[in-house]
Structure formats: C-alpha cells, structure tokens
C-alpha cells in the first residue's frame, strides 16, 4: 500500500491552491517506490483484445500512433517508442492500489490508471490534455516540461495524436522513482525518456455540460420519460406567425426546467452515467457459483470481500436515504431499511465481516452481493 507523502502541504491545502488552478511538483510523493507491475507484465496486457493500448513512435522523423493488441516490439528497435495502457487498474491489484492515495477525491472523478513504458528518447510529444493528472514516476527516469495556460495552437502530428506549439516552460524537472507530477486540464507538457522509464499517470476527468444532457436523453428515452406535451389553454390571438413570443419561449423553457427540477430523476442519470465504465472490466465469473446461503456462511466465517479493479458504485444525496445507489451503470433499490448499506458498499474497496453482518439478514442485498459475486464484480479474499 503507497503513502501519499505531501510535503510542506496539506491536501486541503492543495485542492484550495493547487487542484484544477496551477502545476506542482512532488519530490518523493510516494517513498521507495516500486513498480507495480512489470514492462514485461505491461506488454503482456497489450496483447489482449479487451485491453486499450497504443504504441507511439517517430519514423523518419514523423510521428506515428498504431493501437492494439500488439504481438512484437522488435521492429521499432532500442530508442524512441512508448507504449500506453489505459485502464490498467481494471487488470491489476498492484495498479488499482494506485488510486487509493487520492482518496481525498471523490471516485466519481477518476479516470483510471494509464501507464507507458518509454525507451529512451521516447514520448507522445508537447500536447494538452483536458482532465487533472497525476504523473507518478516508476523506474527509469524523465524529463518533464510543463508550460503555463495560454492561447496555445494545437494540430494533429498524426491523425491519433493532438499536438501543441512550442511553449516556455514553467517546470523543467527530472523525474525519478517515487516523484509526481501533477498537471491540471488547460496546462501544456511534454515528457522525454532519459533511460527506460515507466510511468503511471492517475487521471481525474470531469463531464461536460453536452456528456449530462446527452445522458439526461438517453435516460428519458430509454424509460419514456418526459413524454408530456407542451399545453397552453387560453392562449391569446396570434398575429406574427413566425415568431416565438416571450410567453412562449418561457412556456418550453418551464416544460425543459421541469425535467431539471426532478431530483430523483437527475440523480438517476447522473448515478447511472457516472458508474458506468468506459473500458472493460476484468470480470472473472465462477465456474461454481455460489447460491445465497453459502456466501452468506462464507461472508460470516470472516470473509472479505474485494471490488475488482475500476468498478464505480457511487450514491447520490438526493435519493440515497432510500437505499438508492448505482454499480457499473445499475441502479440498485434496497428501500430506506437498507440505506445504511449503500455507504458501505459504495465508500469501501474492502467488505469485511464485520462491515457486511448487519446486512447479510436482508433479502435483497444478499441477493445482489451473490450476483455480483458470481459474475467477478466482487471477489472473496483469499
């Protein structure tokens, strides 16, 4: 388990002064760091087809972007290539305790872990990434130059890769094993391999105002919800036809405002949207399932249970003192006499006996603990 060390700073005082506003270097944010997982462990996930993966590389001085599965590495030589793996917390433990120490932000706004593995030279070039990043340096080392907000031009190197200007950097460091790097949305970088490096960059991403309608449209339409029509009894004699008078425009503005104020139905779309993954899961289901009362007998004799990597359960304040919350996109009702479980569930990678005993008595949760179980969401400790 990694300590995030902070230091001469509080992460109260970095989410007032640091998060989202300016850059910041962390000289051994994390102490005698080791890899968590291996180039060689790394280069195997890339050879899976549910895995995202991308190798980025210079021929004949030009950038060049190929994504995976990969099979070989031999053909881009000793110098100046990366290779990227997104969502490498879903495969791995080791990664996934990566994100543990940031716990201070809410797991709804995590990302996931990605990582590279870069020869020397290597790198995806000056580019701006639009979420909050934490770079933590692994073995090897980079270097690291980040340039200040600004009106930056940014073209397509290659039609995979966005890349920026040249800018005046702000930091210019090297980076060695245990450093970190945090870089917020709008900020300009661009790392350069000194020796074989790996890197694990744990990025934090926000939704736009367009993602959340086009969920609040999704929902309606796949619950048939908002269906009501426009009504406007006694309206007065029109005379210009083609206008949409105030009277009118605040009409459909009330009939739109009236979707917004339903709490209980935007809690739905944002649980739903929010939990759901944008890349796979390692769902690992069992050959031998168990039926309910059998977990039941396991979770009592001081079982554990685990969330496997990169799965998002999350509730919302508006509904859950009814026992409401959302897993992988499912929105789960165990009544108010189950509203005490949802922080459990929701708060904990860990599920202990302890923490699970007063609820296992309930119908409805032992039944979705089993279901989970069975299908990989959830594993018992060994």
């Known amino acids: ?59 004949d001085g030009r950038w060049q972007a190929e994504t995976g599965p990969f099979d070989s590495y031999e053909h ?9 793996v997104q969502a490498a917390n879903h495969w791995s433990p080791e990664v996934q305790a990566l994100v543990e120490p940031f716990s201070f932000l809410p797991k709804w706004r995590l990302d996931d872990v990605m990582i590279s593995y870069s020869t020397t ?29 600004g009106n930056h031009r940014e073209f397509a190197a290659h039609e995979a890769l966005l890349h920026t200007d040249p800018f005046e950097p702000i930091i210019d460091e090297v980076l060695e094993a ?22 694990f960059s744990v990025g934090f991403r926000a939704r736009s105002a367009c993602d959340m309608f086009s969920a609040l449209a999704d929902h309606l339409i796949d619950k048939e919800l908002g269906n009501e029509l426009l009504a406007d009894p006694g309206r007065p004699l029109h005379t210009q036809q083609g206008r949409i008078d105030g009277a009118d425009f605040a009409r459909i503005r009330a009939q739109l405002q009236a979707v917004l104020d339903d709490e209980a139905l935007l809690a739905d779309v944002a649980g739903g949207y929010l939990s759901r993954n944008k890349c796979q899961l390692d769902l690992q289901a069992l050959e031998s399932p168990y039926d309910e009362r059998e977990l039941a007998e396991a979770l ?24 409401v919350c959302y897993v992988d996109g499912e929105r789960l009702d165990f009544g ?13 990678e860990r599920l202990d006996a302890a923490s699970l005993a007063p609820w296992l008595s309930q119908p409805a949760i032992l039944a979705a603990l089993t279901r989970w179980v069975n299908a990989g969401y959830w594993y018992l400790a060994e």
């Open 178 to 199: 245990g450093d970190i790097l945090y870089i917020p949305p709008g900020f300009p970088h661009d790392g350069v391999t000194l020796e074989h490096a790996m890197s």
């Open 300 to 323: 009592a004799n001081d079982g554990t249970l685990l969330r496997t990597g990169g799965l998002r359960c999350f509730y919302v304040d508006a509904t859950a003192g009814q026992g």
């Open 1 to 59: 388990m990694h300590t995030l060390h902070l230091p001469g700073i509080t992460p109260e005082h970095f989410l007032q002064h640091y998060w989202q506003r300016q850059p910041l270097l962390i000289r051994q944010g994390f102490r005698q760091f080791d890899d968590p997982i291996s180039p060689d462990e790394l280069a195997g996930l890339a050879c899976e087809e549910q895995v995202e993966s991308r190798l980025v590389y210079r021929r």
């Open 336 to 348: 108010p006499e189950g509203a005490g479980f949802v922080p459990v569930l929701c708060d904990h």
């Open 121 to 149: 030279d290597g790198g995806v070039g000056p580019h701006i990434d639009r979420y909050d990043v934490f770079i933590c340096q692994g073995s090897g080392k980079r270097r690291w130059r980040v340039g200040a907000r």
């Open 76 to 84: 881009l030589g000793e110098r100046a290539w990366c290779l990227i």
